[in-house]
């Protein structure tokens, strides 16, 4: 790993974070382990809107929902993944024999999540401020590049649209596949009761982005 360090321009102090935030749950079972990487993931991902919040208050003059939907582009799983991918981090990433031959070490999710688990590891190990440096110094160019996006908010579009019509409206996870660690789930959205959308993704929140746009597609036929 001591290429990625010094991509990042850290200096680690506890190795052991760093293995962790790079083992899959499937590697980790296969191996009998102690951790996989979720836990850090879990504390990445709250550092990784604090930082990215702290930016957009302190650099963008625009409302508070503009920044909510814009610290939802950067922090997406399409974002994550094309973070990671910057960062080559599908080259460190351990996986079970099984994921492994199914491309999980490439996979978006997976992927995405990575990139949050490091986070936390740079966080625990050597603080607030230098994971808020390395976190700025990957996402920033992304941010300041006019012709990179990562996402529409297609629930906040549709949402508008509805109240605009005073319609109810509704997101169901209707099918849920895949083992724990690599679950892939569909979601119907309704509009009066009325089915207008599906989505799959590996996230309930990817999924129902998809299903609202697929829903936005067939209002504006």
């Keep these: 790993m001591e290429e990625l360090f010094e991509l990042l321009k850290i200096k680690p102090k506890d190795l052991k974070y760093y293995t962790t935030a790079f083992q899959h749950s499937s590697y980790v079972n296969e191996n009998h382990l102690k951790n996989d990487y979720e836990r850090l993931e879990f504390l990445g991902d709250a550092v990784l809107e604090l930082v990215m919040s702290d930016y957009l208050f302190n650099n963008l003059n625009v409302k508070e929902g503009d920044m909510t939907k814009l610290r ?5 799983e399409n974002a994550l993944y094309e973070y990671s991918i910057g960062l080559n981090l599908s080259k460190y990433i351990k996986v079970g024999h099984g994921e492994e031959i199914d491309g999980g070490r490439y996979k978006k999710v997976i992927m995405a999540d990575i990139f949050e688990a490091l986070m936390g590891a740079i966080y ?3 603080g ?3 994971v808020k440096r390395v976190i700025l110094n990957v996402t920033v160019p992304y941010i300041e590049d006019p012709k990179v996006t990562f996402f529409s908010d297609y629930k906040s579009a549709l949402q508008e649209f509805v109240q605009t019509e005073q319609r109810s409206l509704m997101y169901e996870v209707v099918d849920e596949q895949g083992p724990a660690h690599n679950k892939t789930f569909t979601v119907e959205v309704r509009i009066d009761d009325i089915l207008y959308g599906r989505g799959c993704a590996g996230s309930k929140k990817e999924a129902e982005q998809e299903a609202a746009k697929d829903a936005l597609k067939k ?3």
Excluded: H, N, P
Excluded at 72 to 76: D, G, N, P, R, T
């Design 72 to 76: 939802a582009s950067y922090v997406c």
């Design 124 to 126: 625990l190990d050597l």
């Design 128 to 130: 607030f401020a230098t």
């Design 219 to 221: 209002l504006s036929v």
